[in-house]
């Protein structure tokens, strides 16, 4: 008994000390841990703000901020404002005019729904909002301290609203130490006023730092202006616009060519009904409407403008409203894929050539890197042309001059293997076509200037389209080696291996059981004749292992043959004969893609008569 009652009063002791545990959090402090998924940084107020002028039909929005909105950040609009009510209660939790019922929820056209914003802003710095809607014969203006808010007031103010918001987080020094420098923040803050700024280009919109103007954007702009008005020229020059229609779906897209990509997608601008948004399916359609252009490792510079009715997706999946869950992805994947690749594949993709043009001292100072750099490309273009003068061979020599004269001027013994122009006129006249370089590029003229061809890159898409003309055609043609080559492999890599038979055969590679964990070749693809074969099959066994190709058979394809390429392709080093160049140059012009190799590397650049007058100061 006594140790029946003993346990009885543990437990007795045990919910004494531990009912009462859950407590319900007082409103302030809900709001305040609402802020820290709404509001990150500075840059969340902004544009919480701004969106909330654009839904009010702002025309004009005018954001000032100081020490990179830590000390200030004012947003003010000319929207339809708000009377004394409305800005009573425009901050508590919760509080919206964009939504009535769980119904409209299906169809958000506004940038914000859901009452968080305004709250958790107040929540966690010191507020005041003056507000005036066109009826009013006065403002009004109320003001909260981290979630204290005082009464409604008259005031004097213009017709719209003035958000000031003064010392972020300043009573939470947890969350304020994680601020950065005012730079930092500020580069944040220019980046939501952008993305705002793309999307609604008709609006008037300008932001200021510590009283120093940023950006002053005029309204009434189409998307190219507006794109003009806030990207490098290196950027808005070389847009190219296309536009679908189909299935619901208005897309509206300005892309720059491959040689204007980026080493991340930060350059990437996707909107859906005026929202900025990040979406894996669309990031995913981008990325394949440049395959085989672009580099695996670099990103174009995309602006994507989308058009569907609101029904079509859900706005609500996260804080921030970043992110939006379609009803039919593959079909947006689809459709931005087949609109931007079609485009990408009509493109003029060769590199053109910008040299640098260097200004005379007299007309503007020079930065010193510029100087410098400058001085580099002089110097190696003198060492260049010094060490390479125009030659030919002697029996080249001899058939030139036979074919412009039936005598020659001057006798097989003062033909040198450097030709003097001045004392041969009729040499003077002829025209190089051709030039090897470094056994690693080819000089080219054309009408209007030359072209410096990689000689590997453009062998290398020569044969990646011939081989894959052919296998879409049957199996590579194949030849038995008089010796096998044998190699070693992995029991993993034995599994590829034997999961992919049918690639092997498609692509002519016979392959046969050697021993324990060697194999031999036994037949390897004609096409393939300057790759060797042992080592082409691992590392093709690699590629075969790897986790980002093997889901997709096209694409794997595409990578696989794009591996038998670069093997089997002329070499940078490699000296070719005239003939050799001859018929590089005519399989180029057979191509009907020859500017890009298949890992989207530029296979030409051209350079302009036009450029190297500037060069050499002519015009």
Known sequence: MSQRNTGISVRNEYNKTTMGQIKVLDQNMINMIAAGEVIERPASVVKELMENSIDAGATKITVSVEDGGRRLISVSDNGSGMDSDDLAQAFDPHTTSKIKTSKDLSGISTLGFRGEALASIASIAQVKAVSKTKDSASAHCVEIDCGEQSTVQPCSGDYGTTIQVRDLFYKLPARRKFLRTANTEMGHITEQLIRLALAHSSLDMELTHNGKEVYRLSGQQDNRQR?????????????????????GLHISAFLCKPGTSRTSN??????????????KFISHAIKEAYHGILEPNRYPVVFLFLQMPCEDYDVNVHPTKIEVRFYNANLVHSQILGCLREKILGMDHQTRARLPITPDAAERPIPAATSRRSREIADAMAEFLKKHKPTHTQQHVNSMLTTHHKEPPFGRKQVTESVDYSSAPPITALELKFLQIHDSFIVEQTDDGFLVIDQHALHERIIFENLRR??????LESQRLLVPETFELTESQIDVLENHPNLMKALGIEIAPFGPRTYAIQA????????????????????LDSQSVESD?????????????????????????????????????????????PHGRPTTIKFSIEELEKQFKRT
């Open 227 to 247: 794109i003009s008005e806030l990207f490098p020229s290196a950027i808005s020059e070389d847009l190219i616009e296309t536009e679908s229609n189909e299935k």
């Open 524 to 543: 390897f693809p004609v096409l393939l004749k300057r790759a060797v074969p042992a080592e082409f099959v691992q590392d093709l066994i690699d590629l």
């Open 553 to 597: 058979p096209e694409r794997l394809l595409d990578a696989v043959l794009s591996l038998a390429a670069c093997k089997a392709a002329i070499k940078a080093g490699q000296k070719l004969s005239n003939s050799e160049i001859e018929q590089l140059l005519s399989d180029r012009k057979s191509l009907e893609f020859a500017d890009r190799c």
């Open 266 to 279: 930060k350059f990437q601008y996707i909107f859906l009904n005026g929202r900025f948004i990040r979406d």
């Open 470 to 475: 052919r296998i879409q055609n049957g199996v």
